[in-house]
Structure formats: C-alpha cells, structure tokens
C-alpha cells in the first residue's frame, strides 16, 4: 500500500511563513505529478501547486510570488514553502500524488490526510 502523510500545518500570523511537507511511502515504483490542494470552511478544494517529476510547475494565480513548490525524488517527499501568508490562506492542505505501485505497476491517484493552516492574527 502506498500513504501519503503531510505536516508542518499551524497557526501563524499574518505576513509569516510555513513550510509544508508530503512524504510518500509504500510500494512505490515511481511517483509522477504530485500537487498541493486546499479546502477552506464552506468552499470547494482548490488546486494550489502542482510538480511534474521533471520539476516543471504551476500555481494558482493567488499563490503566484508567494508560494514554491517543490519535490525531492530521492526522499518521495514534497514541499510547499508558504511566504506573506495572509488569512484568505487558511484551509485544510492536501496533498496528492499519482503513483505507480512497484507490486502491481499500476498508476493511482493517492490523496494525504490533509493539514491545517490558520491564518490569524
């Protein structure tokens, strides 16, 4: 089975920074695109970053400047360093990654179990 677990989620101030990460673990032949979603209270997930397995990205124009998304291939673990986090930031982040199974070698989306930034001051 493949998991994908995320952390680094907290409270911060208006202005501060966060820095979350996804680790992928499991029987993992290849991890391809991986991406960073956000859901706030009463809106629907929203695509924020995405990371090709060649390092090429995207962005949500609001995270455009602030965010950075990025991958460490040798660790199946990503990051998304948050900077001027404001409160429209806050929201539950997830992670997602499309994984091909080095038992089956079949591709399958796989989602974490999301982490919280608050925004606040």
């Known amino acids: 089975q493949v998991q ?3 952390s680094g989620g907290g409270l911060v101030q208006p202005g501060w920074s966060l820095r979350l990460s996804c680790a992928a ?3 993992i032949f290849s991890i391809y695109t991986m991406g960073w979603y956000r859901q706030a209270p009463g809106k629907q997930r929203e695509l ?3 990371i090709t397995s060649g390092g090429s990205t995207n962005y949500a124009d609001s995270v455009k400047g602030r965010f950075t998304i990025s991958r460490d291939n040798a660790k199946n673990t990503m990051y998304l360093q948050m900077n001027s986090l404001q409160p429209e930031d806050t929201a539950v982040y997830y992670c997602n990654a499309n994984i091909r199974s080095a038992s089956t070698r ?3 989306m796989y989602w974490g ?3 919280q930034v608050t925004v606040s001051s």
């Open 113 to 115: 179990q999301g982490t």
């Open 48 to 50: 924020v970053a995405v």
């Open 4 to 6: 994908l677990v995320e």
């Open 106 to 108: 079949h591709f399958q």
């Open 25 to 27: 673990s499991g029987s």
